[in-house]
């Protein structure tokens, strides 16, 4: 059989077999973008066992260790932060859900109050650069190279 009449009878068949494995690997789970958690996953219930008036030693033994403190004079808080996040195959994330729980103690280590705080409750602010302005020409580094002959 000739060589022509070869790769036209597989052809078809190596083309199918290309776009059935493609078509496969999209449902197999494969996919372009995953959900990842991080930090801390806080359920309802541990939540509800911590309660005004309980010790540091509980909430450490439910929670676990803070993510951050923070002293207020002789109160403190601490805090609890977790992020759920999209993470596409090209290494961008996208944040879907982030929530911070605060636990706020007394001086004597007690629990005082908790809050739960979501993207909703922050507030968005622009950074400024960390240039100094300077007074006088803002040169190139060939500009530069160029003014000292």
């Not at 650069?129 to 040169?139: A, E, K």
């Amino acid at each position: 059989m000739p060589l022509r009449t070869v790769v036209r009878r597989t052809f078809p068949i190596a083309a199918a077999l290309l776009l059935g494995a493609s078509l496969s690997a999209c449902s197999s789970g494969l996919s372009l973008s995953q959900s990842k958690a991080r930090g801390y996953e806080i359920s309802e219930d541990a939540l509800l066992q911590i309660r005004p008036g309980q010790s540091a030693a509980l909430v450490t033994a439910v929670l676990g260790s803070p993510q951050a403190t923070n002293n207020f004079g002789s109160e403190s808080a601490w805090y609890y932060i977790g992020e759920k996040v999209q993470q596409t195959a090209f290494g961008m994330e996208l944040s879907k859900e982030r929530t911070v729980l605060a636990v706020y103690f007394d001086k004597n280590n007690k629990v005082v109050d908790t809050e739960r705080l979501g993207v909703k409750d922050g507030k968005v602010f622009n950074i400024d650069s960390r240039r100094t302005p300077s007074y006088g020409q803002d040169r190139s580094f060939i500009e530069s190279i160029i003014s000292s002959f």
